[in-house]
């Protein structure tokens, strides 16, 4: 490891959690330069929904790379996009009876965060955005303006109070307030004032704000209101999307309608970087070119991107992701109850639960533990007190159960050490 | 074009300049669909600097993904990155004495521009940065704050005022005054007012801002200048960096040494998302996870990156550069003698060149007539006034020529028109 | 008036309500050139609480100049300002038991205001300041941007919405919500935020917001809530304070112990400006000159604030006000019940009353007549939709009928033109 | 002086310079409660130009007061403001062919600046204001905003730098560059990004600042600059103007015609609080009430102010300021001579001079020991290193030398203790 510490900077995070060097993956597996195999509970931040190294992608991927397809590209119209454009078309959009335009921002999700501010911006002639209790959206200015807490990670705190309004997120309050009076209020008080915000920007589910969930009534109501004060519905799925709930949306059993998605992570499938936002047809204002970036149109990205959608040509993956998934909080839950001290609580959907626990530093030990015993896992929330299992949706029972048997002895060996 | 026209958004460009489907492409050539070819004197914009699908990289690249390497890692030591940081440290930093760290920010110029941004505010405890006259460096937030004109884009002309403040470049005032009396007449203002800027972002050659290129002189009076006002300069080579002007930073010949150092476009030679921010080991205050990013590890792109560096293990490719690149000086310098009513004005180093003509949309219609005549190039400065000339490095003398004769031809019909 | 006209600023305003030139005033009548008597009850906006040219004052101001006594000091210490020091303290604070410094700003609300501001920033190191719907605090930029809608009234919307918060004031949500819940859960998410307020600035009663008053119960709740969060409370006492409500300040029945007071208007009795701003002792972290201003030390009005201040020395005049006020609210209800069709709605508390009525226009109209009739009165609340019945203190209960019967009659007038 | 240190605020400053508890005032002499004499050379800094309680004042004070003449009026048309907008007019604005609106704000300096700073971003449209070096318009925070190192005194630096943009005063880089060349290339930059200031505001001398002195040459060329980039010019003349500097306001022999001035502190003669605003006609775009004030209309200063005018009927004053003024430069560069190791610089005009020393606190040993010898002396100066000479306008050449004679005498003993 001796060069990424003489020579990487500071800043460098999971080569500290996870110390060994990677040299191959593929599906659920990852492999060190030892040749030590690891269950990956984490697929790369959520970017990997499909598995590493996904062998139709591979197959796409090497033949266009062969035959010489054109790579960069800015936003030039090519064979590849046309493809990814008109797969998109058919099985998302078209099947979900959606009505969106598609914008390739900067091909990562903080770029796709920073292009629907500008635009729900410009569309509304105003400033203020309203984000929420432990959002995440990225690292950019704009981005980070409307993310909680990042005022703690900047010296420039002042973009952090200028540019947003923090909302509560579902359940903020706990029982004894619905968030969403708190929000109606507000809305009140800034239609009052002439002062209402162009949007609220919002993560159905919170993923690094420690897998908090919006309920499926509180997004409806959430929208109607929205609706009700002319305020747009930005909605962020760049962590939740592509599948990783049960539904290639995350927010699809709600039926709400976004003004604007914003989609990275999973999108390419092959873990490629590529972003897009989708805007309603009657949002989409800019300007030629008034939004740009070098790596808008990455071709590889669309050959697998391309690729990947055919996993959601009809129903079958989503069912079998929802028949998987169960094991999950089954056996979580069976830990709770096995073991009451750690006062666990359990909570996801779809292939992205979190296993939250208060004893200080528990979670973060665990993780520790699970690395050097074949798992990889990350945690989640303000204080990293939650457990985040983000499995590949390809990941079969047996890889499930014995990611899940790691992480159930890492949780007792923890939990005997602290009594 | 349909799907085009159809589904994507309105803020598409380039495709509306080159109204083609792409399909293929090597070196210096871009074929479409009808088999048509296109000789590159875009590059991707600088992306793409050793030509398309360059062989050598290609053939790293199907190796690679054919042996399942490790493709998504985030910050994950992988063996990938490992040989990209020991071919970094050899060919590019031991040789030329330069001691910096590397930053891998998510994978565009902005991006690194962002992390740029927020490092030097971390390390000063001061907010303003101070910026060029046409300068241009990325479109999140923070980057457009330090953009000229970018306020013209956006409807929030606030971030545009109050995070920085406007330098002139060299020359800006023309002959008549050097623009560095007003730079050090500025500091010793806000000197007096205790409110430095954290720093300097600079180009020292800016492309979009019309191939405006600062003197060695200039650059290191600027220098010294910001040494003794004790204010960080962040040099921004995201474009001209990565052997464009024949060296492989853009500011070599200065032998200035900046504090924090952009490069992206060019670096992975692939045309594939890369970012590098080098930050000089006593700046590097960064705590682990500050600045983050899910595709700050793209796997792919550090296979290509590593074998591109190859270049410039000798002085040749660099000496066959400046060789080679007499030839545009040359022959655009003729054009300028043989129609004096153009008032073309030339400027431009290594493979990086402007042809200006303040003639009305004159620059814009060559530019789209060398389209159709089978010639890729774009158009820069506030009025698009400029030609932009930037063919891949590797190009020959024949791809040259053959590119300035369908220039030269277009030139001409539309000096024509113009009389 | 055509000197008016043609000379002043289009800014004037009440000399276009009131038009004519007014010459002599005493007690609670005011005479006009042409020796018409108009009925005050409007006081100077509340800034003539013991009337016009109050014999008292005028005896002691006409003492103090005859024998040139100082008149303009700054804050340089002087006999007069002695005097007040001492009378202020023996009568005002230590009868109440308040333990506050005393702090002379510019002679005016608004810099009484700016003063206040500026401490709680510093004392607590926070930017932010809550302030309340409808809110009216001062013209000045620090002022205005804590006063609600104000907004519209400036080409800088962004002092508005940059240094404040808007809350809403007691029975803002009407009866539904509790405008304390949502004052308590922003707290709650500002916290969690590392981000609260420096200090609320409130009006006990918003007297330019259209007589909204705040409950006792309100107010003790708000100052428990403000409390736990550790967040400062300004109450601005400007035109409620000074017995315009039956007590010196407008909070002695609720028992709150605010951290900073603000007084100016009625506060030298003789209509002179003066202004003073009360800062509990641990918080007069102030260093010398740090705020400054010309005519902090206005020594005329010391010396008829001095007098004003015998009125206090004991509940005769509190007694007095409460029994005599009644009379207001008597006669207004009567009105309601009179002309249902109005929909008037009565509320205020000692001096200080408001008539609202909804019918478009109509109180504006009302006055308009009121002013032809010979009384002196003005509207207030977002569509000057209430009228404001301010009679100086001392109005005897004839004087109080008279000026009632010419509002009744006028009110009768336009009520028929209505029908 | 216990009750002051007991009670008033530790903002407090000019007891603590003067410490002593004045209680009478006459012409150029102040008496204190033991009967001590001192000579006023500070003139309640600028507002006492005509000396403490000037006898044709007092008299129409006295008159008015006794006569019930109406003492507060909002902005109400009185018999005395109409006396004061006649005299104002003819004897300031129609001699001097002068055409501009009068705006009564809240009646200190800084809230004329703050109306000043209001109106300029109304009528462009634009935020920025660009004020000088080393300036000082005042309190409020708008004011605060266009004062140089104000950033010092506040918890806010935002505003300070958010709202304006500073350029060099007259002399501020040395002979070496002229701060006009700053200025024009800032201006050239401001309009290519289409950003120019709203307005300059500017003290054409600057007294808090050091008594720095812009030059008739300067004022002429930044006057024609300014109108070049049409950019509007506010003079703030609160200190130097109402005759301070020989002439009533500061700049007449510039012969500019700024398109707003502020004037305050004199302007009521008797030290009274009065502001007023001058507008030209065109720039008059207020709506009424647009920006207000409780003590607008002073009554009793606008008596003592129209009387005050009477000295300007003539030349007759000005020509006695201009002769006996003389005397101060005069014995000033005796001092300088006299005691080279002073390293004395002396420059002003009229009745405002300056005397400067950088020896280390040596003008504020002088000043000090000055009061203890009966002369009331002020510093100024970002080190207070300046003495600032500020008799009142009607000191006779006994008093002048009376006081020039203490300021020897302390000037001699504190060069002795410096050997």
Chains 1, 2, 3, 4 share one sequence.
């Not at 598995?51 to 119209?77: C, F, R, T, W």
């Not at 729900?120 to 704009?142: E, W």
């Not at 703690?152 to 973009?159: C, E, M, N």
Request: hydrophobic share 40%.
């Amino acid at each position: 490891m001796n060069i990424f510490n003489n020579i990487e900077s500071e800043v460098r995070r999971y080569c500290r959690a996870f110390p060994t060097i990677f040299t191959k993956a593929e599906g659920y597996k990852v492999i060190d330069q030892n040749g030590k195999r690891y269950i990956d509970f984490f697929s790369g931040s959520g970017s990997l929904n499909y598995g590493h190294n996904n062998p139709a992608m591979k197959q796409k991927l090497l033949e266009y790379i062969s035959e010489n397809g054109i790579v960069q590209g800015l936003d030039m119209a090519t064979d590849a996009k046309r493809n990814f454009l008109k797969q998109f078309y058919d099985i998302i959009l078209k099947k979900r009876n959606m009505d969106y335009k598609l914008q390739f921002p900067g091909p990562t999700g903080t770029n796709a965060v920073e292009a629907a501010l500008k635009l729900v911006r410009k569309v509304t002639g105003r400033n203020n955005i309203a984000c929420f209790t432990n959002s995440f959206h990225g690292m950019t200015l704009g981005a980070l303006s409307v993310s909680f807490n990042a005022s703690k990670k900047v010296t420039d705190k002042d973009a952090m109070t200028k540019f947003s309004v923090t909302m509560p997120f579902d359940g903020f309050f706990g029982e004894e307030y619905n968030s969403l009076n708190y929000i109606e209020n507000y809305l009140k008080i800034s239609r009052a004032k002439s002062d209402l915000p162009a949007a609220f920007i919002l993560e159905t589910i919170q993923c690094e704000g420690g897998i908090n969930i919006a309920t499926t009534g509180w997004l409806r109501e959430l929208e109607k209101i929205l609706k009700a004060y002319e305020v747009l519905l930005i909605i962020d799925d760049i962590q939740a999307g592509c599948g990783r709930t049960g539904t290639f949306f995350s927010f699809e059993t709600s039926e709400i309608k976004p003004d604007i998605i914003c989609l990275s992570k999973s999108l390419s499938g092959y873990g490629l970087p590529l972003a897009l936002v989708l805007i309603k047809p009657e949002l989409d204002v800019w300007q030629p070119g008034e939004h740009s970036g070098t790596f808008r149109g990455n071709n590889l990205a669309f050959v697998t991107a391309t690729e990947a959608l055919n996993y959601w040509k009809n129903n079958e993956f989503s069912d079998t992701i929802r028949i998987k998934s169960n094991i999950i909080p089954q056996r979580l839950s069976d830990l709770v109850k096995k073991y009451p001290e750690i006062h666990g609580k359990v909570r996801g959907r779809g292939f992205l639960w979190g296993f939250e626990s208060n004893l200080k530093n528990f979670s973060v030990q665990v993780a520790r533990d699970a690395f050097q015993a074949g798992l990889l896992i990350e945690t989640a929330g303000p204080k990293n007190q939650v457990l985040k299992l983000m499995p590949p949706l390809i990941t079969d029972e047996k890889g499930l159960n014995a990611g899940l048997d790691i992480l159930q002895e890492c949780l007792m060996r923890n939990y005997r050490k602290e009594l």
